[in-house]
T-cell receptor, first 111, second 113 residues
Framework: AQSVTQPDIHITVSEGASLELRCNYS??????LFWYVQSPGQGLQLLLK??????LVQGIKGFEAEFKRSQSSFNLRKPSVHWSDAAEYFC?????????FGTGTRLKVLA | KAGVTQTPRYLIKTRGQQVTLSCSPI?????VSWYQQTPGQGLQFLFE???????NKGNFPGRFSGRQFSNSRSEMNVSTLELGDSALYLC????????????FGPGTRLTVT
């Protein structure tokens, strides 16, 4: 069965530092992969998506992610974190007419 | 374009009651999905509708039901509420096939007392 795993429940970084959030997927074929961000009490906002083609995808808010088939990973990166990036981040893959979400990584940003 | 809207945003109900939540998708989107989000279980898929037809359903009891109208608006209903139904209920819409990107509404926070 398809699944995504986010190994890190919490991550703390200093403002201005680089960020990498990990996501591993389980699927035989090329998956459709997504990263979403959720601020407290809000819905989910799509940061970026990967369907096929170039394995490095650019998203909104300065985020990017790289699809690595050999590692079954789709890690989210940002070169310099801003305090407003503090939120919860979800990796997801699409199944049959539904999304399958990871458990989320909560990002804390230190001033 | 207006985003996905959900009403009401907050709701407090008592055990045993029933509740109906509403979702209006982005104009032109025909697929609507519902998810339940809780601290313990995370984001769990409830069901997906496309052109008034339920195409997929998650592992929830029959107390959870939904429907979609001809204008793509969707409602979900939970009958005989239990304390464990307290959650954030999120609706998402897609232009066509929901395996592509989904756009989420702000959610309805349901508290069952």
């Amino acid at each position: 069965a398809q699944s995504v795993t986010q190994p890190d429940i919490h991550i703390t970084v200093s403002e201005g530092a680089s960020l990498e959030l990990r996501c591993n997927y389980s699927y035989g074929a090329t998956p459709y992969l997504f990263w979403y961000v959720q601020s407290p009490g809000q819905g989910l906002q799509l940061l970026l998506k990967y369907f096929s083609g170039d394995t490095l995808v650019q998203g909104i808010k300065g985020f990017e992610a790289e699809f690595k088939r050999s590692q079954s990973s789709f890690n989210l990166r940002k070169p310099s974190v801003h305090w407003s990036d503090a939120a919860e981040y979800f990796c997801a893959t699409s199944g049959t007419y539904k999304y399958i979400f990871g458990t989320g990584t909560r990002l804390k940003v230190l001033a | 374009k207006a985003g996905v809207t959900q009403t009401p945003r907050y709701l407090i109900k008592t055990r045993g009651q029933q509740v109906t939540l509403s979702c209006s998708p982005i104009s032109g989107h025909r697929s609507v999905s519902w998810y339940q989000q809780t601290p313990g279980q995370g984001l769990q898929f409830l069901f997906e509708y496309f052109s008034e037809t339920q195409r997929n359903k998650g592992n929830f009891p029959g107390r959870f039901s939904g429907r979609q109208f001809s204008n793509s608006r969707s409602e979900m209903n939970v009958s005989t509420l239990e304390l464990g139904d307290s959650a954030l209920y999120l609706c998402a819409s897609s232009p066509g096939d929901s395996q592509y990107e989904q756009y989420f509404g702000p959610g309805t926070r349901l508290t069952v007392t």
